[in-house]
């Protein structure tokens, strides 16, 4: 029988914070806003990446989230990039995210952003706020303006430039613009409070000078809008409603009130929820980047790699990581999602909709002696046992196969009904087989296996009715297709790859048999199949076509694994008192 996952997943509750069945707090906040007419009952949020790398599992949950709540409201999400570092930003990365989060089902229609879309309204709402006393040009070193915030516990200090006047900081200001100060000469800060409690509000830097060529804009600009001062903007330009952040945002909404505030704006609302966390895995853009640039992996779409393009090479289906990003919920508290969760539902999605065929991944070779040497006959095979509507396809069958290397064992363990010297076991979908000797090398490793096989069983059937255990795949030696298979596993050892040793780094902590390579066989129905498409190799796991196969040469990325480990989760969990 085809394996699939069968253990039942325990429900998670979509919920953060007890809002209501299938209700997160996020939702019950828009409910509530639509319910007292506070954006007229609109509902309009934005993804907003920075094209400076790809996208992960944590902007899955973002995707999902922010283009997910627009369509449950009726409402509408726009595609946004937060284009403002031209020094680590490209167009490969643009193009990048477009794919991935079309690939997740986002619809932006015709609501694709820039904030460099916004760059001289950016510069104009900058000169109001010095017309207005509240920003100023500093002459201080980033060094000297990190000294000049202060602590937790100790006040910051003003600039000693922080009371030039209003016609000094525009002149200023708009020099900076005409170039004629070299990077980190001068800054544009907000004047706020050196000694406010939330150190975001001690008069934070609001532009820089970049001499950089923008992506889009060329050399049009030299100075550059930061972050938190691009960001409130733009939601208030595009009549944003709900600006949902990761909850590393939560200390800057105060910033984001103030500049709208200030500058007597339309101010959306902005909310922070948990951002996603995984074991035996990184989500830090950083980290991400050194383990490309290192050459630890091959490259953003290595299917090791927690990026969207590296998982959907990996064959892992769309509908998977949103049911993940579901079951993971959104919360008001940071935690860590087991990795099996991931896996689980990889495996429910491709139990779905992955045809099965056969492919031996360790081969080692069978001859059935009783066998006709010039005889080839032909199986017809479901492609999916449990789903008629998948068809079938038809397998040769001859003399010589290819069974997998675990599929035999000189001294079997107790319970083991697989081949063995002596045993009979079933041929999937084909005939029963006895081994009778077993060939070896010079150092003692199986080569081959000198069988018979029962003709009245056919098909897999036993007219006499004896019972054989054991049932096996295998891949015509006539007919099968040689094949390169990539066995992946975790990309790092530990649950928690940051966790390094002392003096290390999460480099040490990777692991050093994420990927074998193995020379494997396929079907002829395997090896036809279109790269990107994944399928079940019956009895092994699910495998994904990789674009690197050749006419002669496919190769197929194992996706996941067919065995099942929420068992062991749930077990855990319960030891623990969860």
């Known amino acids: 029988m085809s394996q699939t996952a069968t253990d039942d997943a325990p429900s998670i509750p979509s919920s953060g914070d007890g809002a209501g069945p299938g209700t997160d707090f996020i939702r019950a906040i828009i409910i509530a806003d639509n319910a007292t007419n506070k954006y007229g009952g609109r509902v309009h949020t934005r993804f907003p990446p920075e094209p400076n790398g790809y996208l992960h599992l944590g902007h899955a949950k973002s995707i999902c989230l922010n283009f997910g709540v627009a369509t449950e409201f ?67 070193t980033a060094d000297q303006i990190r000294e000049h915030r202060g602590t937790l516990t100790e006040p910051g200090r003003e600039s000693p430039y922080r009371e030039r006047g209003v016609e000094e900081n525009l002149d200023l200001f708009r020099r900076m613009r005409a170039g004629e100060f070299p990077d980190g000469a001068r800054v544009l800060r907000a004047k706020i409070d050196m000694a406010a409690p939330n150190l975001v509000m001690r008069d934070p830097t609001l532009y820089r ?5 923008h992506h889009r804009t060329g050399d049009a600009w030299c100075i550059y809008p930061m972050y938190d001062y691009t960001h409130c903007l733009s939601d208030s330009i595009e009549g944003i409603t709900h600006s949902l952040c990761t909850l590393e945002f939560a200390n800057n909404r105060e910033l984001y009130d103030w500049v709208l505030e200030t500058l007597g704006v339309y101010r959306p609302e902005q909310t922070e929820f948990a951002r996603l966390n995984v074991t035996y895995t990184v989500l830090s853009k950083r980290k991400l980047i050194q383990l490309v640039d290192g050459g630890h992996v091959s490259g953003w779409d290595d299917p090791r790699m927690p990026t969207l393009c590296g998982l959907r090479r990996r064959g892992v289906p769309p509908q998977a990581l949103k049911e993940f990003c579901s079951r993971v919920g959104i919360a008001k508290v940071n935690s860590t999602v087991e990795y099996a969760m991931l896996e689980f539902c990889i495996r429910e999605a491709l139990n779905e909709t992955a045809p099965r065929l056969m492919g031996v991944v360790d081969p080692v070779k069978v001859v059935i002696e009783n066998y006709p040497e010039d005889r080839t006959e032909t199986f017809d095979m479901p492609l999916h046992p449990e789903d008629p509507a998948f068809g079938s396809r038809k397998v040769s069958f001859s003399r010589e196969l290819y069974i997998e290397r675990e599929d035999f064992s000189l001294a079997p363990p107790p319970k083991y009904h697989r081949l063995a010297p002596g045993r009979e076991v079933r041929l999937r979908y084909a005939y029963m087989i006895t081994c009778r000797d077993v060939v070896k090398d010079a150092q003692g490793q199986v080569t081959e296996l000198r069988c018979t096989y029962d003709p009245a069983t056919r098909g897999g059937r036993t007219p006499d009715g004896r019972k054989v255990k054991g049932t096996i795949h295998w891949v015509d030696a006539r007919s099968g297709v040689p094949a390169t298979i990539r066995l992946y596993g975790q990309l790092f050892a530990v649950p928690d790859p940051e966790n390094a040793p002392e003096g290390e780094t999460f480099l040490a902590n990777l692991n050093p048999d994420s990927l074998t390579v193995r020379k494997g066989f396929v079907e002829p129905a395997l090896a036809a199949v279109g790269c990107g498409k994944t399928v079940q190799f019956e009895r092994v796991g699910y495998f994904c076509k990789d674009r690197d196969s050749t006419e002669d040469n496919p190769v197929f990325n194992r996706t996941v694994t067919l065995r099942d480990t929420w068992a062991r989760i749930v077990r855990n969990a319960e030891g623990q008192g969860a």
């Open 209 to 213: 000078i970049r001499h950089a060529s």
């Open 74 to 140: 009726h409402g509408k999400c726009n595609l946004r990039f937060d284009d403002t570092n031209p020094t680590k930003e490209e167009v490969e990365y643009v193009d990048s995210i477009r794919e991935d989060v079309r690939w997740l089902g986002g619809d932006w229609e015709d609501r694709e952003f820039y904030a460099s879309d916004y760059f001289e309204r950016l510069y104009e709402f900058a000169e109001r706020l010095i017309v207005l006393g509240k920003a100023y040009v500093d002459d201080l």
